[in-house]
């Protein structure tokens, strides 16, 4: 997960294997550039995306990266895994360096997953604090009443966690067909809520993460770079 910060003696230390010394008159003579500015203060922090020269030679040139994708079914929602197919496989080979995922859905889940090199922003996401709504598109066995919508608006006991799970807003959008509005992410959470109604879940489909909604034209294993409209609904 790309979100290290260094100071820039200890980030050219480690990068060019130089001593104290050494490292003292290269900066006092103005060899090393940050973002384009020679810098001179070893004490300087250092972020994952800042551009860092010395003597013409490129240390550091990351770009953060910001991916929507449209998850199938059979899916593993993780970086690597021995036995299922994961959402990084989804992408070229040459498209996947530092990747992480910035929020997970289970197996046979689908809908939208953001991919990431930038740490503070999949750690923006996922705060309880901020809390991030995510929305869910749910069809199930059986059918739904009014029931439901006070049970989620009131929370629900989850013994194993030992916690009342925030007010979730449900809207039935037909017998066996709702939408479900959530700031948390517990284990299965949705699955088992609807389970203390022993109402199974057929399929479980993300629509949007906060104000950002999946691309239509996606299909699903289809991902796309987010545009800069896209990544200013979390700028706040």
Not at 29 to 55: K, S
Not at 103 to 113: A, K, M, Y
Request: net charge neutral.
């Amino acid at each position: 997960m790309t979100s290290r910060y260094h100071r820039l003696d200890r980030f050219l230390s480690t990068r060019l294997q130089i001593s104290r010394s050494n490292l003292r008159l290269l900066l006092a003579a103005g060899r090393v550039q940050v973002n384009g500015v020679a810098e001179r203060d070893r004490q300087r922090r250092i972020g994952p995306f800042d551009l860092v020269v010395c003597d013409g030679e490129i240390l550091q040139a990351n770009r953060p990266r910001y991916l929507m994708l449209n998850k199938p079914a059979a899916v593993v929602s993780a970086t690597c895994d021995d036995h299922h197919p994961t959402v990084l496989d989804l992408l070229p080979n040459d498209q996947r360096e530092g990747l992480h995922l910035a929020g997970r859905l289970d197996f046979n889940s689908t809908g939208l997953v953001l991919l990431t090199n930038d740490g503070d922003w999949s750690r923006q996401l996922s705060q309880p604090e901020n809390r991030v709504r995510k929305h869910y598109r749910v069809t199930l066995e059986k059918p739904l009443t009014e029931e439901y919508v006070t049970a989620f608006a009131d929370g629900m006991w989850f013994e194993y966690e030992g916690i009342v799970t925030r007010p979730a807003e449900l809207k039935i959008r037909s017998p066996f067909e709702a939408d479900v509005w959530l700031c948390e992410g517990r284990y299965h959470q949705i699955k088992r809520m609807f389970g203390r109604f022993d109402n199974k879940v057929l399929t479980l489909h993300r629509v949007a993460i906060g104000n950002l909604v999946l691309d239509e034209k996606l299909k699903p294993g289809e991902w796309r770079e987010l545009t800069a409209s896209e990544l200013a609904v979390f700028s706040d």
